[in-house]
């Protein structure tokens, strides 16, 4: 399990041609709130699809409307498909896709008509067992591109507003604003990175679909050189395949008035991001570690920027120390204990037949639980040095079952600020057996 988990940044190597139209408000309707989930950085929002609703990763990063993993989905239809071949993060060859038009997207109190979505049809492409919740999309561009979107990271909703000057004025009484670009249909700002006591100036992609802090790109720039303490790492997994890199931590990146002091910046390798179209002299991305520190508001049209920081915004920047990627691999029969509070008829005490008091008795009850397996261990890390391995089935940490956690608060065990011991259980080709390691920072 990696610090944030995976994120994908999908960059589609076609050019669009298809007109489509942006999200239109219903009548009488000029603001909408959308209850999201938050995981390892990322927003997940429902959105329905030609009327099916499916779960969308909001992802300022992709330019297009992108479906996968719908196996458990077969009744979306969609109209004038095509097949085409997707590239993008990663360092394999395309994959197979399909291009559908006039497709339907809608939320409670908007629509989107004319919709042009990618559908990926290799089933191994699937973010849902990383993230720990069912996910069937992504979607960026169409979703801002014509109203103000306010990702409230602190309260955990989307709030969908109008773009109009009442709604702005509203706005900038409350949050501080500045100037961002949108080229190629991605938002972008003017930061700068601390290197080696270096001020560098930086173009960077704003990606809410990249759970890092930073992403910079050390082949692009002269300027921009690795720290000599870091570590090889995955970083996530792209269109074309898994997406290397190293990690360290760095004095200090900023923009605006916003200072962000040792911050965990990953440095992706050359061919991971070789087919990424990238626009002139950008440098990196700042990602979702750095967004979820405020309600950030994005308004394309008028290519600017609203943030208002939230209780995280002084937090530490933390990493997984372990070195292991925890992915869900299914769900499990699980038999529990539950206590149970008999109420006498007669208003006195129960007792059973031998005139034992059962006022508290337990019986047993059984819920299905998500089973966790390790999906990659990083080199040289603590979990590799005690001898875990891929593939392993992990039953208990600390002495506390797994399945009693959710995937990313099983992620936060690993982040630990503090060297501190982990215990784990395991279950390998049908023996448990018992590992432990300590966390210890390596930058």
Known sequence: ????????????????????????????????????????????????????ELNFLLDTGV????????????????????????????????????????????????????????????????????IGIPVNGIIGYQFFRQNLVRIDY??????????????????????????????????????????????????MLLDSGNSDSVWLFQDLSSQIKVPSKNFDDFLGKGFSGDIEGKRARISNFSFDKYNFKLPIVAFPDSSSI??????????????????????????YENELLYLRKNSRFGEPFTYNKSGIEIKHNG???????????????SGGVTFDESGRNITNEFKYKFELKPVYEIANIRKKSAAEKCGLKVGDIIISINKEPVYRYSLEKLNEKFKSEEDKMIYLEIEREGKVLKFSFQLINDL
Do not use: H
């Open 1 to 52: 399990m990696r610090k944030k988990c995976v994120f994908f940044l999908l960059l589609l190597t076609i050019t669009p041609v298809f007109a489509q139209e942006g999200f239109v408000f219903d009548k009488g309707v000029d603001k909408i709130t959308i209850p999201i989930a938050l995981i390892n950085n990322l927003t997940f929002i429902p959105i329905k699809v030609n009327g099916v």
């Open 63 to 130: 330019e297009e409307t992108i479906l996968f993993s719908l196996e458990d989905n077969p009744n979306v239809n969609f109209y004038n498909s095509e097949k085409i071949r997707l590239k993008g993060l990663g360092s394999e060859a395309a994959i197979e896709g399909l291009k559908t038009t006039n497709n339907v997207l809608e939320m409670d109190g908007a629509k989107a008509y004319r919709q042009l979505i990618y559908v990926i049809l290799d089933q191994s492409f699937n973010l849902s067992s990383q």
């Open 154 to 203: 602190g309260n955990k909703k989307v709030i969908v507003y109008k773009n109009n000057e009442v709604n702005r004025k509203k706005i900038e009484k409350k949050f501080d604003k500045m100037a961002i670009t949108i080229e190629r249909l991605k938002p972008y700002l003017m930061g700068i990175v601390d290197l080696d006591e270096i001020k560098i100036p930086v173009k």
């Open 274 to 299: 070789k087919n990424v179209r990238m626009v002139k002299n950008r440098a990196g991305s700042v990602g979702g570690e750095i967004l979820k520190r405020f309600s950030v508001i994005f308004d």
């Open 331 to 345: 769900i499990q029969w699980v038999k529990e204990t539950v206590k149970m509070e008999t109420v006498p008829l």
